[in-house]
């Protein structure tokens, strides 16, 4: 059964400082991994997509890496901001059939 | 840039009764997809459409789901007679043929209130 399993499940931090939200996928057969913006009541947004072959993808603030092997994925947050202030969800893409498995999200607050 | 339109924002409804939740996918996408969310709780897959049918289902979905693209750009999602645990965001998503490595795009959302 594809899984995905992110911690930690809550965040607070001080604007302007660094967070690393983590992620452990089963996805089979695995395409790729996704990493994704809710805020509250609102759809998710699509931050970065990474394939097996990719280690490291940046969107602005935003770092995603992976580890195909361990499969394992990481979100990187640089220099906070309240409007970071969301649900971020890691998201496993499998091919044929383009079906998605979420993650519950780390729900990260960022406060002055 | 084109997005992903769902209404309405939120839905009451008595237990029992059959909702149709409305979405208008983007133009250019072919691919599309009903997922929910109950409260404090994971986004989870209930069904995808491509090519006027069913490509997959949810054990989620069973015989009170239903879902239609009547005109070539409406996407619906119907309930036959709600119950009480169908209360959550219901959210529509689109992406393009083929496109593997591009965004799955999501609407805002229908909140689903049964009562």
């Known amino acids: 059964k594809n899984q995905v399993e992110q911690s930690p499940q809550s965040l607070i931090i001080l604007e302007g400082k660094n967070c690393t939200l983590q992620?452990?996928?089963?996805?089979?057969?695995?395409?790729?991994l996704r990493w994704y913006k809710q805020d509250t009541g609102r759809g998710p947004v699509s931050l970065t997509i990474?394939?097996?072959?990719?280690n490291t993808k940046s969107n602005g603030r935003y770092t995603a890496t992976l580890d195909a092997d361990t499969k394992q994925s990481s979100l990187h947050i640089t220099a906070s901001q309240l409007s970071d202030s969301a649900s971020y969800i890691c998201?496993?893409?499998?091919?044929?059939?383009?079906?998605?498995?979420f993650g519950t999200g780390t729900q990260l607050k960022v406060e002055l | 840039e084109p997005e992903v339109t769902q209404t309405p924002s939120h839905q009451v409804t008595q237990m029992g009764q059959e909702v149709i939740l409305r979405c208008v996918p983007i133009?250019?996408?072919?691919?599309f997809y009903w997922y929910r969310q109950i409260l404090g709780q994971k986004v989870e897959f209930l069904v995808s459409?491509?090519?006027?049918?069913?490509?997959?289902k949810s054990e989620i979905f069973d015989d009170q789901f239903s879902v239609e693209r009547p005109d070539g750009s409406n996407f619906t999602l119907k309930i036959r007679s709600t119950k009480l645990e169908d209360s959550a965001m219901y959210f529509c998503?689109?992406?393009?043929?083929?496109?593997?490595?591009?965004?799955?795009?999501f609407g805002n959302g229908t909140r689903l209130t049964v009562t």
């Open positions: 990474m394939t097996f072959s990719e």
């Open positions: 998201v496993g893409f499998t091919g044929g059939g383009n079906k998605l498995t």
């Open positions: 992620c452990n996928y089963t996805v089979s057969p695995f395409s790729n």
């Open positions: 998503a689109s992406i393009k043929q083929g496109a593997s490595g591009s965004p799955l795009h």
């Open positions: 459409f491509y090519n006027n049918e069913i490509s997959e």
């Open positions: 133009s250019n996408h072919l691919y």
